[in-house]
């Protein structure tokens, strides 16, 4: 099965959540990354996925984020070169990836609670769901374009436009040539 090519309004909707950073080091968010893999079982859709700049997602590559936390975590504090068995450096180690991965798994949550708001998603469909994605440099350029709109969007609650009023019709026989008559809103 291969993975699907999402929409531009997923893509927009997504990179600019967390406010266009990446979820796992605050940098520029570049790509979506599936927070479960998609290696591993992980949907393909809008609801696992959070930005992510492109070192962390080639560094996270087909891990958890808890997988990868602690992986991170371990390199960072304990480098190759110094480990030496030592239960009291290792227990420090493992009490800042519980921590790291706490606090990891909290920021996760807040991000795709952002992405999954229904008003949110609503407003990126109806705005952006003609557009095709072809290329990065293309993505690129929609996202300055809209920038503006989505925080103005973002400041009045995601709020679509107002529906046009459906006209209602009958057929008629009143008048030669106009087979249709809007029913006034009272009938």
Not at 52 to 77: G, H, L, M, Y
Not at 120 to 132: A, D, L, P, T, V
Not at 150 to 159: S, T
Not at 160 to 184: A, F, M, S
Request: hydrophobic share 30%; with cysteine; aromatic share 10%.
């Amino acid at each position: 099965m291969r993975r699907r090519k999402q929409p531009t309004w997923i893509w927009l909707m997504v990179l600019s959540a967390n406010g266009g950073k990446c979820v796992y080091c605050d940098g520029r968010a570049e790509t979506m990354d599936h927070v479960i893999p998609w290696s591993r079982g992980g949907p393909d859709d809008h609801y696992n996925l959070v930005p992510a700049c492109d070192k962390c997602n080639d560094s996270k590559n087909d891990k958890t984020p808890i997988e990868w936390a602690v992986q991170k975590k371990f390199r960072e504090r304990w480098p190759l070169r110094t480990r030496r068995w030592n239960s009291h450096a290792l227990r420090g180690v493992h009490e800042e990836a519980q921590q790291a991965c706490s606090e990891l798994l909290d920021r996760l949550d807040m991000v795709q609670s952002e992405i999954t708001d229904d008003r949110r998603s609503s407003w990126f469909f109806e705005h952006y769901w003609m557009y095709r994605r072809s290329t990065s440099t293309w993505l690129s350029v929609m996202r300055r374009w809209s920038a503006d709109s989505i925080e103005e969007a973002k400041a009045n609650g995601w709020a679509l436009p107002p529906k046009p009023k459906q006209n209602r019709y009958r057929v008629t026989r009143k008048h030669l040539g106009k087979l249709l008559e809007e029913i006034p809103d009272d009938e």
